[in-house]
């Protein structure tokens, strides 16, 4: 990893070079720092154009740090939200979950397991009443374990447009799961 100062800060950056390329390009995003640049170019070049460029990457180092916090900001919200909404409508349904776990799954958006429920992490950027689509989905797996017909009118029960957020996932669930 090679090293720029810039005022207190030190800008760490990767040098890649290619053959192929006739100039040299610095890009700034959510992993750090990369300067691709031609294979004839020297090192000190390379290091002299990230001193130059140094305020620019630092603006942007900057920018990427806030958009990740101002992330997490929100996850934590929404997961606020997504917990809130489940002691909501279990109260509705007349179950209790045991426990609520919100992590990133590989193939569904959620699933109910010894009193246990467990969304998907990616759920939380989909709209609010597919949302609750899922949860109450999950609740209902708490009181009928299958996806029989009386599982389907209980479901219809606490939601009764239910096929409108059904069909949102398949539409566009493939593009956040």
Known sequence: MNKVRFGNSLIE??????KRRKTSEIIVDKNGVM??????KPN???KKIVKEKSRWIYKKQLQFNAISQQ????KKYSEQYLKRRVR?????IGVQPKK???????SRWGSAKDNTIHFNSNLLSSPKDVIDYVIV??????????????FWNLLG????LYRNQKLWLEMHGSKIL
């Open 71 to 74: 992330k997490l900001s929100n």
């Open 100 to 106: 609520i776990v919100i992590k990133k799954l590989k």
């Open 44 to 46: 000190s070049e390379i």
């Open 88 to 92: 909501f409508y279990a109260k509705k």
């Open 137 to 150: 989905h999950e609740l209902c797996h708490l009181r009928i374990r299958n996806h029989s017909f009386r």
């Open 13 to 18: 950056y990767s040098v890649v070079k290619s």
């Open 35 to 40: 300067v691709r640049a031609p294979s004839s």
């Open 157 to 160: 029960r606490f939601m009764p």
